[in-house]
Antibody, heavy 119, light 108 residues
Framework: ELQLVESGGGLVQPGGSLRLSCEAS????????MQWVRQAPGKGLVWVSRIHNDGSSANYADPVKGRFTMSRDNAKNTVYLHMNSLRVEDTAMYYC????????????WGLGTMVTVSS | SYVLTQPPSVSEAPGGTARITCEGNNIGGLGVHWYQQKPGQAPVLVVS???DRPLGIPERFSGTNSGNTATLTISRVEAGDEADYYC???????????FGGGTKVTVL
């Protein structure tokens, strides 16, 4: 079955760290750019980061640049989002999605994993 | 950075036509993608590259894009179309994806 499954979310204190994972199944994930998109409770979709098929390059939204790092292990069909120096405003549902060309539409999304930053 | 503006809400009676706009500077020169998100669910792609429908998306969903406005049109609106809808473009100047703020469609 074609799917993306996120994991790793949870409750963390401000200033803490967390690593999210997104495992792909049913397709070869190294054919795709992979994306992270987040959605704060009751708010809209916000793009977070993307990574090239081979992991050679990544881009980040300004609010997370320097704090978040995206990586991938194509042998495991898994991408990661390493989140450091977490802030209350990072609280959100985090979705991963795939994109064929890096500037194509997101034709598949995971169900998301919730990150809550609170003391 | 590039900004996409959507109306917060659109209402339509069953059987009618709902139009959701997405405004951006010269957006007609960009490829616009549209997503539907129902409460508690992940987004679903309903229109890509201005007007292409993915497999499984009803023909009632269509898109246009010209000038400074892209439009998602839902014809013969049904109760099951109630959802939030988001437009999206790739901003090559910043190498960032940009989403509109979202439009809540209510079926009266």
């Amino acid at each position: 079955e074609l799917q993306l499954v996120e994991s790793g979310g949870g409750l963390v204190q401000p200033g803490g760290s967390l690593r999210l994972s997104c495992e792909a199944s049913g397709f070869t994930s190294n054919a795709y750019w992979m994306q992270w998109v987040r959605q704060a409770p009751g708010k809209g979709l916000v793009w977070v980061s993307r990574i090239h098929n081979d992991g050679s390059s990544a881009n980040y939204a300004d609010p997370v640049k320097g704090r978040f790092t995206m990586s991938r292990d194509n042998a495991k069909n898994t991408v990661y989002l390493h989140m450091n120096s977490l802030r209350v405003e990072d609280t959100a549902m985090y979705y991963c999605a795939r994109d064929l060309w890096g500037y194509d539409s997101f034709d598949m999304w995971g169900l998301g994993t919730m990150v809550t930053v609170s003391s | 950075s590039y900004v996409l503006t959507q109306p917060p809400s659109v209402s339509e009676a069953p059987g009618g036509t709902a139009r959701i706009t997405c405004e951006g500077n010269n957006i007609g020169g960009l490829g616009v993608h549209w997503y539907q998100q129902k409460p508690g669910q992940a987004p679903v792609l309903v229109v890509s590259d201005d007007s292409d429908r993915p497999l499984g998306i009803p023909e009632r969903f269509s898109g246009t894009n010209s000038g400074n406005t892209a439009t998602l049109t839902i014809s013969r609106v049904e109760a099951g179309d109630e959802a939030d809808y988001y437009c999206q473009v790739w901003d090559s100047d910043s190498d960032h994806w940009v989403f509109g703020g979202g439009t809540k469609v209510t079926v009266l």
